[in-house]
């Protein structure tokens, strides 16, 4: 009679940091799948791009302030999203709330500035192809930058509501940040696309 063994899980932690936890898999195959739709969109423009004669068609060229200011702004934002991290991975619940807020503020701030940044392209989605893939380009930052405000946000309330369930939340606070860390490193290439290629 063969006996069998029974394995005993129930001293695991039930969420982990990093590649140790779930929803970090998860996350990290959405930015893969998000950034070959940015490669994608990016690979149009510069084929649109070859194809014409004047680039920008038919349009002046964008306006830099709006961009540049979205571009300081999240560049500074990696600062404060790289502390929250940091705190989360120490566990220090109060200065997450902290970053948690100011991670608030501070994803909020670019889509103020983003109002301001589709009328700086000079040109409307429906004019042209150029005023089409720029639209595109910045039409799929900004719901990426809507994304994890929103993701921000509800993480931002759960750490002033939920004390209970917070070992999981400190993995998803980091989670979340990796996911800001990609909503701007994306943004560099697009902004080189759209404000500095037709100036070259």
């Not at 970090?24 to 930015?31: D, I």
């Amino acid at each position: 009679m063969k006996t069998r063994v029974v394995a005993d899980f129930s001293g695991l932690p039930i969420h982990g940091f990093r590649s140790a936890s779930v929803t970090w898999w998860g996350t990290l195959a959405f930015m893969l799948i998000e950034a070959t739709g940015f490669a994608l969109v990016i690979a149009v423009y510069l084929y649109l791009m070859n194809l014409a004669a004047i680039w920008p068609i038919d349009a002046p060229k964008p306006n830099l302030l709006p961009g540049t200011l979205v571009t300081v702004i999240l560049l500074v934002s990696a600062i404060p999203n790289y502390l929250t991290s940091r705190w989360a991975e120490r566990e220090d619940f109060r200065r997450i709330r902290i970053g948690m807020v100011l991670m608030s503020v501070l994803g909020t701030v670019p889509l103020a500035v983003r109002a301001f940044e589709f009328p700086a392209l000079n040109v409307n989605w429906d004019s042209n192809a150029y005023g089409s893939v720029v639209w595109a380009l910045l039409g799929l930052h900004t719901a990426h930058l809507i994304t994890d405000l929103v993701d921000t946000l509800v993480l931002a309330a759960l750490m002033f509501t939920r004390k209970g369930d917070n070992v999981r939340r400190f993995g998803d606070v980091q989670d979340n940040a990796m996911y800001w860390n990609f909503v701007v490193v994306t943004w560099l290439p697009i902004y080189g696309c759209i404000y500095w290629i037709p100036r070259l």
